[in-house]
């Protein structure tokens, strides 16, 4: 089998980084893109892309003809109680989560439609969206938009291109890092899990791996919970 050709964006840092490496590791052809690159300086077989998904025009003129798979990583946490939320808060929310995706998928589309073999994209939304937790208003909103992307595209694309999405709880990453800054709040995290644990970015970059690879090839338009059993569960005692 020929070797993919996979893009991620904002894999210079937490699941992106680590889907990189993983990919990288299988002798993939890995492009990231990002703003930053000085994390891919020890991560070998990794091309970078400066990139701002924040940007109206993106450059990808520098990625091969054809891509096989394509993962969006770039994300907030923004937890505000919802009458100190501002229009430009819901707006950043929407243009990093939801329109930073458009904007990259519309600049790479016909290169996923020419990969003989089909293509995979993968999206990330939260666990919020489902569980409906306080403070979570702006970006609950955001990637509720997102799923709702993840499943029309998923309808539009097939049977070429394959979508789906992880929904995470909190994870182990930078993003995350002043939710976790303390073991009080650490322990906290966790405790709210049925599986009293918080999750890692390698769990999350091998579900990703999944998706894109062709043990996946009959799955698409699905949110992945990755969350500790925290949307579906109760476990009362």
């Known amino acids: 089998m020929s070797a993919k050709n996979t893009l991620v964006i904002g894999g210079s840092s937490g699941i992106g980084l680590e889907v990189a490496k993983a990919l990288a590791g299988q002798n993939e052809t890995v492009f990231v893109g990002s703003r930053n690159a000085e994390t891919l300086r020890d991560a070998p077989g990794i091309a970078h892309l400066p990139l701002d998904v924040r940007q109206g025009e993106l450059d990808l003129g520098s990625l ?37 995706a458009v904007r990259v998928l519309q600049g790479c ?39 709702g992307l993840t499943r029309s595209l998923a309808a539009e694309l097939a049977p070429r291109v394959r979508v789906n999405a992880l929904a995470p709880s909190l994870t182990d990453t930078p993003l995350a890092k002043d939710l976790l800054s303390t073991d009080e709040k650490r322990k906290a995290a966790a405790d709210r899990h049925p599986l009293k ?41």
């Open 64 to 100: 091969p003809e054809t891509l096989q798979g394509l993962v969006y990583c770039p994300g907030t946490i923004r937890l505000k109680p919802f009458q100190r939320l501002t229009d430009a808060d819901f707006r950043e929310d929407l243009d990093i989560n939801l329109l930073g």
């Open 109 to 147: 589309l016909t290169r996923l439609k020419k990969s003989p073999s089909g293509a995979s994209i993968v999206f990330f939304s939260t666990v919020a969206v489902t569980a409906g937790m306080p403070f979570h208003a702006s970006v609950a909103s955001a990637k509720g938009a997102l799923e």
């Open 197 to 237: 644990r918080i999750g890692s970015a390698g769990e999350m970059a091998a579900m990703v791996l999944f998706l894109l690879s062709d043990a996946a090839a009959w799955m698409t338009g699905q949110i992945i919970h990755m969350d500790g059993g925290m949307a579906a569960l109760r476990t009362f005692r």
